[in-house]
């Protein structure tokens, strides 16, 4: 047997001496010391009895040691979790007991809060520092460079992606080494990737977006990767003379833009720039163009399907679409009720179908049943249209999603809070546009009669509850909210009623 997604984007590398990973203290680290360190972590982890299929969750800064750690789990066939860096120990809670996760792997900063939860739910907790050391790295590095590789194959499930609707719990999204890797063979086709490409990675890699897409696509060419541990502007414009691609989220661009140094003998040799996780301004796409001579290849994906849709490479890269369905995938509108596929032009609900999408919700048959079809199709919950050209076009969500820096945030979790406040009687949060993240929540209350909410007060213990990515730009108070004839809060009108940008 074989071990399909760890023999193809990991495995065939295992001798090469060339730099897989360029960090910005001027060392690298080639494929082969990067897969040595991969074994020695796989070695690390069955010592603690995992199982092929057991869950490791992994909340840590972005090092290589972090990226190893996903690969170890591929090459034992454990299930993949990373999460958020930006999640609290209240919310880690519910993602830990809900995956089952056997160990987590935590900065060491957080470990005396998330030991007494890792206790509590009988999970193996382990350190991994941003510098490379941690509890972890001890273990691993006694362990032999070779591991014996797990036999998987295409439909075992290699990672938890968790995602939320606006209402209820967050949703595990299994994803199966298929999904991966069908995904990055496309993608390396569609947009012209080899080994000879140098991708600049600033993106996180507990998202799809630098996990699943920035950095499978350059495993599946053997190509190299500018690793940088967050977007800092400087760093940016210092190391894009040695990138040949880039991949990001509009804030990337926008705050290049903002830059006189982003100029178009910085960007001459780039072959690809590319933009997902939000929307991206029309007025981006012209000023980018305009100052470096390049379009901005703009795609679209979510985390139960990876990438569905892009601009073409050669082409028209349009501006306010995401392009066309990639190879094999399928895509098509439907009416939101009734699930009848719409006529060319119409606006609908967007539903995808191919390899590319995940194989349901963790423990959730219901959600899955109501969002994955018995024929393959799932129900985005984005609206959308596919114009006389077949360019397909995001016009609005289903859902009340907020998507602010390529973050995904969903207003029932900030609005439970909110209604729990003194003073307040009810609440809403909208996206409202920011120049900087695309949108930012916008959090609406409503007063107790007599009462008037201490609004600083009603931040902090936000702050306390919620991730920072997660915190209304702005609290307005407003005597009431609009309503249809169902009672049902009009968010679209509190979006054209509060559509200044924040």
């Not at 995938?329 to 390899?355: H, M, N």
């Not at 360019?391 to 289903?398: A, K, L, M, P, T």
Request: overall charge negative; hydrophobic content about 40%.
């Amino acid at each position: 047997m074989a071990n399909p997604l760890y023999d193809r984007l990991f495995g065939i590398h295992a001798s090469k001496t060339k730099s897989f990973l360029y960090l910005t203290d001027g060392t690298t680290i080639s494929y082969a010391q990067f897969l040595e360190m991969t074994a020695q972590l796989a070695h690390a982890l069955v010592k603690h009895g995992l199982q092929p299929g057991d869950r490791v969750a992994m909340q840590t800064e972005k090092t290589p040691q972090a990226l190893a750690l996903y690969a170890a789990c591929v090459q034992a066939g454990l299930i993949f979790l990373p999460l958020n860096i930006a999640y609290i120990v209240e919310e880690l809670s519910y993602f830990l007991d809900n995956s089952g996760a056997s160990v987590v792997v935590c900065d060491g900063a957080q470990a005396e809060k998330l030991q007494v939860l890792a206790d509590e739910l009988g999970v193996v907790l382990r350190t991994l520092n941003a510098d490379g050391t941690g509890t972890l790295m001890d273990e691993a590095s006694g362990q032999p460079t070779a591991f014996e590789t797990v036999d998987r194959d295409l439909q075992d499930l290699a990672a938890f992606l968790y995602t939320s609707g606006t209402t209820g719990r967050s949703k595990g999204a299994m994803l199966t080494q298929d999904n991966l890797l069908s995904n990055a063979d496309t993608l390396v086709e569609y947009w012209r990737f080899s080994e000879e490409d140098v991708l600049l990675h600033a993106l996180p890699i507990f998202h799809t977006h630098g996990l699943f897409v920035a950095t499978n696509v350059i495993l599946a060419v053997g190509g190299s990767m500018i690793f940088l541990s967050k977007f800092n502007l400087d760093t940016i414009i210092e190391k894009l003379p040695d990138a040949t691609s880039m991949m990001g989220v509009p804030t990337f661009y926008t705050r290049l833009l903002a830059d006189e140094r982003f100029t178009k003998d910085l960007t001459g040799h780039m072959r690809l720039f590319t933009s997902g996780s939000a929307p991206l301004l029309a007025e981006t796409h012209r000023q980018f163009e305009d100052r470096t001579n390049h379009r901005i290849l703009e795609r679209y994906g979510m985390t139960e399907t990876n990438m569905s849709t892009s601009n073409p490479y050669d082409g028209e890269r349009r501006a306010g679409t995401v392009g066309f369905p990639l190879p094999g995938v399928e895509l098509k509108i439907t009416e939101p009720e009734s699930g009848t596929e719409l006529e060319q032009g119409a606006i609908g609900v967007i539903e995808v179908r191919g390899r590319n999408v995940f194989k349901g919700y963790w423990q959730m048959p219901e959600k899955t049943a109501a969002e994955l079809r018995e024929d393959g199709f799932f129900i985005t919950g984005d609206m959308g249209k596919v114009d006389e050209d077949s360019y397909v076009h995001i016009v609005g969500r289903n859902k009340d999603l907020i998507i602010s820096g390529g973050y995904n945030i969903y207003p029932k979790e900030i609005e439970l809070l909110l209604d729990e406040q003194p003073g307040v009687l009810e609440s809403a949060v909208i996206g409202v546009p920011h120049a900087d993240f695309g949108e930012a929540p916008l959090g609406i209350l409503v007063a107790e009669k007599g009462q008037t909410p201490d609004l600083d007060a009603i931040m902090t213990t936000v702050k306390d509850h919620l991730a920072r990515f997660k915190h209304p730009q702005k609290l307005l108070v407003v005597n009431e909210l609009p309503r249809n004839t169902m009672g049902k809060v009009q968010k679209n009108v509190l979006r054209e009623r509060f559509s200044e940008p924040v």
